[in-house]
C-alpha cells in the first residue's frame, strides 16, 4: 500500500468531475487499499478520489468511534434525502484546519457498488449522512468552502496558498 497525496484547495484539479469507475477490478482495489490508508494517516473520516488526483467515482470513509469500520462506495448515487435539514461543522482533508457550518439534508440513501463490484445500498444519518454529501460533491468538482460567503472563501483561498507557498519555502 502507498500514501497518496491529497491535493490542497484551490488546486484546478479539485474541480474536475469524475468519471464512473468502469469495472471493479485488482486497479480499483489497490487504489482503495492506499485511499484508506492515506485517509486514516491523515486522520479524516473520507477522502474521495478526486482528492488523491483520480478522477474516477470512489469515496472511502469512516465514521466508526473505532475507525474499523470502512466503507468503499464505487460509483456511488444518492437515491433519497429527508426534507429535514442538518447544519454542522465540516472540515476537508484538502483544505486542512479549516473548518464552517454547512447546511446538508439530515439523512440519505445512496447506492453504490462495494470493493468487492456488489451494488448495495446505505441509509445514513448524522456524521456518515454529512460524509457521504461531502464525498460526493469531491465527486463532482464541489469543495466544501463554496457553501461558504465569498469573503470566506476568498480569504480562506488566501490562507491556503500562503499556507503552501510557506511550506513549499520549508517555513
Known amino acids: 500500500m502507498a500514501r497518496l497525496t491529497i491535493l490542497r484547495y484551490p ?7 469524475a468519471r464512473p469507475v468502469a469495472a471493479v477490478d485488482e486497479r480499483i482495489r489497490a487504489l482503495v ?15 474521495a478520489a478526486t482528492q488523491v ?10 465514521t466508526s468511534e473505532q475507525r474499523n469500520l470502512p466503507l468503499v462506495l ?3 448515487e444518492i437515491v433519497a434525502r429527508s426534507a429535514e435539514m ?13 473548518y464552517d457550518r454547512v447546511e446538508r439534508h439530515a439523512r440519505v440513501t445512496v447506492r453504490a457498488l ?3 463490484g456488489q451494488p448495495f445500498e446505505v441509509e445514513a444519518e448524522g456524521l456518515t449522512a454529512v ?11 464541489k469543495v466544501f468552502v463554496e457553501y461558504l460567503s465569498p469573503l470566506k472563501r476568498d480569504r480562506i483561498r488566501t490562507k491556503m496558498i500562503k499556507k503552501t507557498r510557506d511550506e513549499q519555502r520549508g517555513g
Open 33 to 47: 487499499d492506499d485511499m484508506l490508508e492515506t485517509m486514516y494517516e491523515a486522520d479524516g473520516v473520507g477522502l
Open 86 to 98: 442538518a447544519l454542522n461543522e465540516e472540515g476537508c482533508l484538502s483544505v486542512p484546519q479549516i
Open 131 to 141: 460524509c457521504v454529501q461531502h464525498e460526493m460533491d469531491h465527486l463532482v468538482g
Open 74 to 76: 464505487i460509483n456511488p
Open 53 to 62: 488526483d483520480v478522477h474516477e467515482r470512489l469515496i472511502v470513509m469512516d
Open 11 to 17: 488546486d484546478p484539479r479539485l474541480h474536475t468531475v
Open 114 to 116: 462495494g470493493r468487492d
